[in-house]
């Protein structure tokens, strides 16, 4: 049986945070990828949630490209569209 699977198109990046580093200093990043945009933002509200700093965009090739900045994504995660 073939099963077809979505590519991801969507990644989000967030800190990783470690205890004992000031957040003013440089942490380490992890990306996870998502199949849609919904699945992204949900993803981002719960890293938000837990006041973790986040960005998150499309992946090369998905046209047309874009890049939510960490600034965008309250604007980003409260668009329905």
Do not use: C
């Not at 047309?64 to 600034?71: G, M």
Request: aromatic share 10%.
């Amino acid at each position: 049986m073939l099963v077809e699977r979505m590519v991801p198109t969507w990644y989000v990046t967030y800190e990783v945070p470690r205890p004992g580093i000031p957040s003013k200093q440089w942490r380490p990043r992890e990306t996870s990828t998502f199949e849609t945009e919904q699945e992204a933002k949900q993803f981002a509200r719960a890293k938000l949630d837990e006041g973790i700093a986040v960005f998150a965009g499309t992946i090369n090739p998905h046209v047309p490209r874009r890049v939510i900045a960490a600034s965008g994504i309250n604007a980003w995660i409260g668009d329905e569209s």
